[in-house]
């Protein structure tokens, strides 16, 4: 099957700083990729979808200066939170679709810590 | 009302007992319809993918939609213990690049 991988998978940083978070698609070219975040006990929160080579689509409330999407390639899609606060702790899992295809193949998630 | 409908649970059974999972939806133009397990802060895995109306089996899971109710249901026969998990259903509208809309997960727990 499809494999997704992100980088890292948690990580902790200190408040006012960025974090980078990187979603790999490792066997197959994905033409599309998502960002979500997940809150503890509710579901999937789609963030921004990106399409390689283009500007990333933003969700409505989803702040595209905070949340910086890059999808430079067909296997990676990187998502950079800028001067991230407490309230940004969250995990953060990408997905991966490629071209036509309608399943989407998940990553491990990326859970983010700001003290 | 939110667009997909899914009992948060916790849902616990015995090992062994046929387990029933279900949403409801109100939007009738989705056509794609998934169902996700996700582990204990791990990513979701694809189960199955089923597209319009009927039943889909594979091994001791059963999917099943039911456009005309806008219902649709998993079924794990034989459950087991490592089956535990949350599950997420999902749908979608149309292929390309439509996005899909997740239920809000209903935790399974299997007592051995």
């Known amino acids: 099957g499809a494999v997704v991988s992100q980088h890292p998978s948690w990580v902790i940083c200190k408040s006012g700083t960025s974090v980078k978070i990187e979603c790999r698609s490792l066997?197959?070219?994905?033409?599309?990729m998502f960002w979500y975040r997940q809150f503890p006990k509710q579901s999937l929160m789609l963030m921004a979808t990106?399409?390689?080579?283009?500007?990333?689509?933003?969700e409505q409330g989803v702040e595209k200066d905070k949340f910086l999407i890059n999808h430079a390639s067909l296997t990676l899609s990187t998502l950079t939170v800028t001067s991230a606060h407490p309230e940004d702790s969250s995990f953060y899992i990408c997905?991966?679709?490629?071209?036509?295809?309608?399943?989407?193949?998940f990553g491990p998630g990326t859970r983010l810590l700001v003290l | 009302q939110k667009e997909v409908e899914q009992d948060p649970g916790p849902l616990s059974v015995p090992e062994g007992a046929i387990v029933s999972l279900n949403c409801t939806y109100s939007n009738s133009a989705f056509q794609y319809f998934m169902w996700y397990r996700q582990y204990s802060r791990k990513g979701p895995e694809l189960l199955m993918y089923?597209?319009?109306?009927g039943n889909k089996e594979d091994g001791r899971f059963t999917a099943q939609v039911d456009k005309s109710s806008k219902y649709i249901s998993l079924f794990i026969r034989d459950s087991q213990p490592s089956d535990s998990a949350t599950y997420l259903c999902?749908?979608?509208?149309?292929?390309?690049?439509?996005?899909?809309?997740f239920g809000t997960g209903t935790k399974l727990q299997v007592i051995p």
């Open positions: 066997d197959f070219q994905a033409t599309t």
């Open positions: 089923t597209y319009s109306s």
């Open positions: 999902a749908m979608s509208e149309r292929g390309g690049y439509q996005k899909v809309t």
């Open positions: 997905s991966a679709r490629a071209g036509a295809q309608e399943t989407q193949y």
């Open positions: 990106s399409n390689e080579g283009s500007k990333a689509t933003y």
